[in-house]
């Protein structure tokens, strides 16, 4: 896809070689009946959006980032999940309860425990879903 596609809408970027971000990918751009997202294999280095805050690969990697239409905020994680509940119509009635007392903290390591854990959680095939070492 093109940066064209991508002008005015908010950029989520995920892991293209994992199984489940994969899948969590395809949800998500079906229950965007606005067309307000556009997803976009972190790993395309070469191709990522601008931004006004540096996009680090490693973090990527270990969560997914969204980076906001205006280029102008970055969210990773619980909190672009957060952001995308907002605009997905299916999910708008119910995004108001992600900011109840205890919910940001639950989802951060709900999230958080998924996105270490998701190479066991679904198959992974010739060495793909191993997640390089932090330097």
């Known amino acids: 896809m093109s940066a064209a596609e991508a002008e005015g809408k908010g950029v989520v970027l995920y892991d293209g070689r ?12 079906r229950l965007d009946w606005r067309r307000r997202l556009h997803f976009q294999d972190c790993r395309d280095a070469a191709n990522l959006p601008p931004s006004a805050v540096p996009l680090d ?7 997914m980032h969204l980076v906001t239409p205006d280029r102008r905020r970055v ?7 957060r ?5 997905i119509p299916v999910l708008l009635p119910f995004a108001w309860l992600l900011y109840l007392p205890g919910v940001p903290w639950l989802g951060r390591r709900a999230y958080r425990w998924v996105a270490r854990n998701r ?3 679904v198959p992974c095939h010739d060495g793909v879903c191993k997640l390089p070492r932090r330097q």
Request: hydrophobic share 45%; net charge positive; with cysteine.
């Open 18 to 29: 994992c199984p489940l971000c994969q899948r969590s990918a395809r949800s998500l751009r």
């Open 57 to 63: 690969a490693g973090r990527m990697l270990e969560e």
């Open 75 to 81: 969210y990773a994680g619980f909190a672009a999940f």
């Open 83 to 87: 952001w995308m509940a907002w605009r």
């Open 119 to 121: 190479y066991h959680l």
